[in-house]
């Protein structure tokens, strides 16, 4: 049989690890049974692209994985080749199906079978079976229609031996050439989050250190410089995730590290093995949801605010590692002045950045299931958003999405973090009215740096003016135009001018300068004419 794996990602630099996993697990007499082809690809690709390669291999079979952002997309692309190959059979799996999946086979008839769970002990049997028609399903994991009509539901497969399959890296699928590498260090998570495709009862099953460690050096030797570390609570077991990053600093920064954490689990083997790591070494995805303890009971996860808001502090306050953060907007029971507060004290804390989302509540989740007992409405279509609950209104929801925006376009944007930070800490209303202000003055608009800069400037002209001279000074220090906003209020100094000017450089022609007038102050900036940069090279606050 023809083959085809179809792999849509949703970037160039984003890839799915199913497929080599799954491969890796064929021994070579079971993979020469068939013939075999990839079709890997991004989004941007475009549907027409991905229809007409596969149907100039024309295969027997597709397998392909589905999940939350390629859902639609691909579900258009095996439409598609289903229409211009009628015969080809196709068997889908990934985190789509992980809960009900009988609609989803009678609504898509041409869709063979879709499975759910982890399939890489799985596979191999599967692969052998393929050539036949249903008994290829009779395994656990397979959902699928039988030659009656009558839906067929086999469960949900579990590896029992995670630490015993052999690894992606030795399959010929695995991305190699991609900005970073995926690296599954473990299955399961002791958090039960209601929210969250793994939290269920599995038991955790860990891949050895010592053979990390093979691994590991084997990546480095292929020259990557970023591995994402596969484990759903890094530092659930301190002596472990300890042992793991005295193991990564061995490389002294040569490949960063990104982990999940819990912040709340900061015992002090794992603070001290953290501190010793060299710069560069980790990259901290630091998982918070919200500061709110009622909202977190109802998802499972029973952290402490207190505790939560100083391991936060204290990631951020070593410096040397990046500390991501993140909330979710529609959870249970969290209003949007409670994401505001939220807001608040992530900002004060400064972690390196914040990340907003909407809650999605994704197949054979708790809180899926749940979602009727919590009064919560949600698209039922991918990527299943929260569209309103009885704590956050539907327009309660839009605004999260703004101030997402807000919070990437300038908090997480170095040039500008530090502004807002001042605005948000001198004013507790500015996040607030400032989101509803963006709300409409964004609206149709390129969210360039000029428009950045406008927008904001104009909002506090209008209603924080003692804060419109922070904002022009940071529109001078970025080198933005000299001709709008801010910048038209700006004064060019001449060499010809009496009015000393506390930058000049006397042995150089290459600088120009100019000048903010304040009552009482006087802000100067300089700027290199030759060279491309706009930016400021040096500032100068002269007092009168």
């Given at each position: 049989?023809?083959?085809?794996?179809?792999?849509?990602?949703?970037?160039?630099?984003?890839?799915?690890?199913?497929?080599?996993?799954?491969?890796?697990?064929?021994?070579?007499?079971?993979?020469?049974?068939?013939?075999?082809?990839?079709?890997?690809?991004?989004?941007?690709?475009?549907?027409?692209?991905?229809?007409?390669?596969?149907?100039?291999?024309?295969?027997?079979?597709?397998?392909?994985?589905?999940?939350?952002?390629?859902?639609?997309?691909?579900?258009?692309?095996?439409?598609?080749?289903?229409?211009?190959?009628?015969?080809?059979?196709?068997?889908?799996?990934?985190?789509?199906?992980?809960?009900?999946?009988?609609?989803?086979?009678?609504?898509?008839?041409?869709?063979?079978a879709v499975f759910r769970g982890e399939g890489e002990e799985v596979f191999p049997e599967f692969v052998k079976r393929m050539g036949e028609t249903t008994d290829c399903y009779e395994m656990?994991?397979?959902?699928?229609?039988?030659?009656?009509?009558?839906?067929?539901?086999?469960?949900?497969?579990?590896?029992?031996?995670?630490?015993?399959?052999?690894?992606?890296?030795?399959?010929?699928?695995?991305?190699?050439?991609?900005?970073?590498?995926?690296?599954?260090?473990?299955?399961?998570?002791?958090?039960?989050?209601?929210?969250?495709?793994?939290?269920?009862?599995?038991?955790?099953?860990?891949?050895?250190?010592?053979?990390?460690?093979?691994?590991?050096?084997?990546?480095?030797?292929?020259?990557?410089?970023?591995?994402?570390?596969?484990?759903?609570?890094?530092?659930?077991?301190?002596?472990?995730?300890?042992?793991?990053?005295?193991?990564?600093?061995?490389?002294?920064?040569?490949?960063?590290?990104?982990?999940?954490?819990?912040?709340?689990?900061?015992?002090?083997?794992?603070?001290?093995?953290?501190?010793?790591?060299?710069?560069?070494?980790?990259?901290?995805?630091?998982?918070?949801?919200?500061?709110?303890?009622?909202?977190?009971?109802?998802?499972?996860?029973?952290?402490?605010?207190?505790?939560?808001?100083?391991?936060?502090?204290?990631?951020?306050?070593?410096?040397?590692?990046?500390?991501?953060?993140?909330?979710?907007?529609?959870?249970?029971?969290?209003?949007?002045?409670?994401?505001?507060?939220?807001?608040?004290?992530?900002?004060?804390?400064?972690?390196?950045?914040?990340?907003?989302?909407?809650?999605?509540?994704?197949p054979g989740t708790e809180l899926r299931k749940k979602a009727g007992e919590y009064g919560i409405k949600f698209s039922q279509l991918p990527p299943y958003e929260v569209l309103e609950t009885?704590?956050?209104?539907?327009?309660?929801?839009?605004?999260?999405?703004?101030?997402?925006?807000?919070?990437?376009?300038?908090?997480?944007?170095?040039?500008?973090?530090?502004?807002?930070?001042?605005?948000?800490?001198?004013?507790?209303?500015?996040?607030?009215?400032?989101?509803?202000?963006?709300?409409?003055?964004?609206?149709?608009?390129?969210?360039?740096?000029?428009?950045?800069?406008?927008?904001?400037?104009?909002?506090?002209?209008?209603?924080?003016?003692?804060?419109?001279?922070?904002?022009?000074?940071?529109?001078?220090?970025?080198?933005?135009?000299?001709?709008?906003?801010?910048?038209?209020?700006?004064?060019?100094?001449?060499?010809?001018?009496?009015?000393?000017?506390?930058?000049?450089?006397?042995?150089?022609?290459?600088?120009?300068?100019?000048?903010?007038?304040?009552?009482?102050?006087?802000?100067?900036?300089?700027?290199?004419?030759?060279?491309?940069?706009?930016?400021?090279?040096?500032?100068?606050?002269?007092?009168?």
């Amino acid at each position: 049989m023809k083959v085809l794996w179809l792999d849509i990602n949703s970037s160039y630099s984003h890839s799915s690890l199913a497929i080599p996993a799954m491969d890796a697990q064929l021994s070579a007499s079971v993979k020469e049974m068939h013939s075999w082809e990839i079709l890997s690809g991004s989004l941007k690709m475009g549907i027409s692209w991905f229809t007409q390669r596969a149907v100039e291999y024309s295969p027997d079979i597709i397998l392909s994985t589905l999940w939350l952002f390629n859902h639609s997309f691909a579900m258009e692309v095996l439409s598609r080749v289903h229409s211009l190959i009628p015969g080809v059979r196709i068997v889908l799996g990934g985190p789509e199906f992980l809960g009900e999946n009988e609609g989803f086979l009678i609504k898509n008839r041409f869709i063979e079978a879709v499975f759910r769970g982890e399939g890489e002990e799985v596979f191999p049997e599967f692969v052998k079976r393929m050539g036949e028609t249903t008994d290829c399903y009779e395994m656990d994991g397979f959902c699928y229609l039988d030659k009656n009509g009558k839906y067929r539901d086999n469960g949900t497969a579990q590896v029992k031996s995670f630490h015993k399959l052999l690894p992606p890296e030795q399959s010929i699928y695995f991305p190699w050439d991609k900005p970073f590498v995926q690296l599954e260090t473990s299955r399961g998570c002791f958090n039960r989050c209601a929210f969250c495709i793994s939290g269920n009862q599995r038991i955790i099953d860990e891949v050895p250190l010592a053979e990390m460690e093979i691994r590991i050096e084997k990546i480095h030797k292929r020259g990557i410089k970023e591995i994402r570390i596969l484990d759903r609570t890094f530092n659930a077991n301190t002596i472990r995730a300890s042992k793991m990053v005295r193991l990564f600093s061995k490389y002294n920064g040569e490949i960063e590290f990104h982990t999940e954490i819990h912040p709340s689990f900061m015992e002090s083997e794992f603070r001290d093995s953290i501190e010793k790591a060299p710069a560069g070494t980790l990259h901290f995805e630091a998982g918070i949801q919200s500061f709110q303890e009622k909202t977190l009971a109802s998802c499972n996860r029973y952290d402490k605010k207190e505790k939560t808001i100083n391991g936060i502090k204290y990631l951020s306050s070593l410096e040397k590692h990046q500390v991501h953060t993140d909330l979710i907007a529609g959870l249970p029971f969290y209003t949007y002045q409670q994401l505001i507060d939220d807001l608040h004290i992530l900002i004060e804390i400064n972690p390196a950045e914040i990340q907003l989302e909407s809650l999605k509540l994704l197949p054979g989740t708790e809180l899926r299931k749940k979602a009727g007992e919590y009064g919560i409405k949600f698209s039922q279509l991918p990527p299943y958003e929260v569209l309103e609950t009885p704590d956050i209104s539907h327009t309660g929801l839009i605004k999260a999405h703004f101030l997402s925006v807000i919070i990437d376009l300038y908090y997480n944007n170095p040039e500008w973090r530090g502004l807002l930070t001042g605005l948000v800490t001198r004013n507790n209303s500015f996040l607030e009215k400032f989101t509803d202000h963006f709300f409409y003055a964004a609206y149709g608009k390129s969210l360039n740096n000029e428009n950045k800069g406008l927008i904001i400037w104009n909002f506090c002209n209008s209603y924080f003016p003692a804060e419109t001279e922070a904002v022009s000074i940071k529109w001078m220090e970025i080198g933005l135009s000299f001709t709008k906003g801010p910048g038209a209020e700006s004064i060019p100094w001449k060499y010809s001018d009496m009015l000393h000017n506390p930058l000049f450089d006397k042995g150089s022609r290459e600088h120009t300068y100019r000048y903010l007038e304040y009552p009482g102050r006087r802000h100067w900036f300089s700027y290199n004419r030759k060279t491309n940069s706009s930016k400021s090279l040096a500032k100068f606050t002269e007092l009168f």
